[in-house]
């Protein structure tokens, strides 16, 4: 996996999410995908309901990397500043570690397993 094609699919995630779009949320994630995010334990299913109320107004990524990769998965770090929309979602806004492992099965990359610490 390269570090460009890494971040397109990290990034494809965070624009369905930004967008509220569970449908395609969880074309990228796996129902069964273990979401740890604010201290809440999900599952991708579960957590693509969230994103139906998801308030995301920008993003943005910085110090990628890819952490441990084989011939089926990888899996990144990076820093996620984000705004909201809504200052009545303030939780949400900040910057984070995240995490995340991307599974190829079926001719497709999922992911399996993200996960965030708030940094501020």
């Not at 500043?81 to 995340?100: A, R, S, Y």
């Amino acid at each position: 996996m390269n570090l460009k094609k890494a971040l397109e699919l990290e990034n494809s995630m965070w624009k369905t999410a930004q967008n509220r779009d569970a449908d395609e949320f969880l074309k990228i994630v796996s129902p069964e995908a273990v979401m740890v995010c604010g201290g809440y334990r999900c599952l991708g299913k579960e957590y693509a309901e969230i994103i139906r109320l998801f308030d995301c107004k920008s993003y943005d990524i910085d110090c990628f990397e890819i952490v441990q990769e084989d011939d089926h998965s990888f899996q990144v770090h990076y820093i996620l500043k984000m705004e909201v929309e809504n200052m009545q979602n303030h939780d949400l806004e900040g910057t984070f570690h995240i995490t995340t492992t991307w599974h190829f099965a079926d001719g497709i990359w999922k992911v399996v397993f993200n996960m965030d610490q708030r940094i501020n």
